[in-house]
């Protein structure tokens, strides 16, 4: 049973953890292959272990247009080759819904894009508040050598998730370490949208 | 024109102020007539000075349901009568409709209720997140002597605001200083709801 009462939890930094949360969910390298450029190093590194890249807090609410369904997310530092870790990045299968992000902790980016190929990328450090209008693909990169990721999100409770679009196709950009810093490259790897309504 | 890219903005502390925004609103003692328990209090304040009670720095987004408005919320310290500052609070005119809120500082409540009468009051601090589920009225308290309450607030696109029926009825529970701490008490002035859909 979800709560009908107003509750509050707070968010403990460093750690990103809710007091108060309904499912962690944990991503590794093995959940994510194809998607990052350098396969060689990807291979390699998954030879060795099964690396934590990113972890999820959800507060469920009801999947329905009123609600709000929020969490922390938490990207931990790394890269594969010289392209940082990042989420798996998706477009809600509810195409006509927007996202908030709050960052709390960390530098990263955000790597977005339309079906029709529009493509964004945002800056997240703390205090900065993000606006993902609807359409647009979102995925989070930290470019932190040391320190993790941790965002607040908030979306719509019928947004969904549509994972498959970009499995398939990538995104457009990538963000790699050059010369020390993280720079936004065109995705050799990325694949037009099939056409989309 | 709204935009339809991806955008982002700081919130920079103590002031609260977003780096970019749409609507600045600002609340004086004059707008909330019959809302502060204590009149004489109120009419003795208004007659040397028409304080500002609170700003919101609204960003403006279109009134769809997939959309997420959003802003930042300044409460100022100070009291009318035993009575801490407060905003005027409000169902939202779509009644299933959430509210999230993520204190950046300061200290205080928020006081809700439905319009079949439950009550719920939840403290403020920075790193907390608030939900203000569907059918919740809300109004925020800023129980300091000397800092401002700032909020990050984000709601669905088509919630809309109603704030006849708390300048009518009131809220149930006031929050007011006794022995120097915020204490949250019965509302005298209370009228209960009239029957609601």
New interface residues.
Partial sequence: ML???????????PGGI?TRYDNHITRRLSSMPGQFADQPAYAAMLAQEDVLLYEVYE?V?PH?????L?GTSIVHPGQVGKEYFMTKGHFHA?L?????Y?CLQGAGM?V?ETPEG?W?V???RP????????R?A?RSVNTSHDQDLIT?F??????GHDYGTIEQQGFRKLVVERDGRPQVVDNPGWRPPAARS
């Fill in positions: 709560p009908t009462d107003p509750f509050s939890f707070g968010v403990s930094l809710p507060i609410r329905v247009a009123g609600e709000l929020h509810e006509e819904t927007a996202e908030v709050y955000m977005m529009e964004s945002q800056e997240l205090g900065r508040v993000l606006y993902v209008p609807p647009w979102h607040l908030v979306y719509p409770g019928h947004a």
